[in-house]
């Protein structure tokens, strides 16, 4: 099973606005960290935060990461077409840290 | 371009068939991982190597197996092919032993036929 579950299951925005997603994980960690993935590609990594953080920016992305409530989400901020993609959270408390466990995903359309 | 490549990009074979998917880590990263992507799965864990060794294993199924060479570059064997083993398999590499940041490659589209 999943370790974190992504919620929604797909957004559907228009150019310039905020798309955000949230992430639920179910064991403790070490860090947390956001990949994209466009359409049967690759992942490509976002960001990563630490279990000792509660808020990581990067660009137009923002992190944020409740230990408490074993959740986080995932801020774009001024969307673009160009960030029309799957993205997922992973977490590495489950495997001794030596891997990571991803969510189910969210699919972000950004219609132009 | 993340700078881990994996070879073939696309495979068709058949069921009972084995193929061999390579990948080659980003230089200077020493942990290797597998991961498998299918429609009902989702992406889930196979197994990593560190500096040649096993380091932790995921699901992967006992007709898998994989090794990393000296020269850093992993295979993953699949034999015994089934219909249901059609899905992305995706290599990604680290510096470190432990999770941090995962260089993903652009995966291999096996299809099982």
């Known amino acids: 099973s999943q370790q974190g579950e992504e919620d929604p299951q797909a957004l559907s925005i228009q150019e310039g606005e905020n798309a955000t997603m949230n992430c639920s994980y179910k064991?403790?960690?070490?860090?947390l960290q956001w990949y994209r993935q466009n359409s049967g590609r690759g992942l490509v990594h976002l960001i990563l935060?630490?279990?000792?953080?509660r808020e990581k920016h990067s660009g137009r992305l923002r992190v944020t990461l409740d230990t408490s409530k074993k959740s986080s989400s995932l801020l774009i901020t001024a969307s673009r077409a160009a960030d029309t993609a799957s993205y997922f959270c992973?977490?590495?408390?489950?495997?001794?840290?030596?891997?990571?466990?991803f969510g189910s995903g969210t699919r972000l359309q950004v219609q132009p | 371009d993340s700078g881990v490549t994996q070879t073939p990009k696309h495979l068709i074979t058949a069921t009972g068939q084995r193929v061999t998917l390579r990948c080659s880590p980003r230089?200077?990263?020493?942990?290797v991982y597998w991961y498998q992507q299918s429609l009902d799965q989702g992406l889930q864990f196979l197994i990593q190597?560190?500096?040649?060794?096993?380091?932790a294993k995921g699901n992967i199924l006992e007709r898998f197996s994989a090794q990393q060479f000296p020269d850093l570059h992993s295979e993953l064997n699949l034999s015994s092919l089934e219909l249901g083993d059609s899905a992305l398999y995706f290599c990604?590499?680290?510096?470190?032993?432990?999770?941090?940041?995962?260089?993903f490659g652009p995966g291999t589209r096996l299809t099982v036929l």
């Open positions: 190597y560190y500096n040649g060794e096993e380091r």
């Open positions: 992973a977490t590495d408390g489950t495997t001794g840290r030596r891997a990571l466990t």
């Open positions: 935060i630490r279990s000792n953080e």
């Open positions: 064991t403790s960690i070490n860090n």
């Open positions: 230089s200077g990263d020493l942990s």
């Open positions: 990604a590499s680290s510096v470190g032993d432990f999770s941090d940041t995962q260089y």
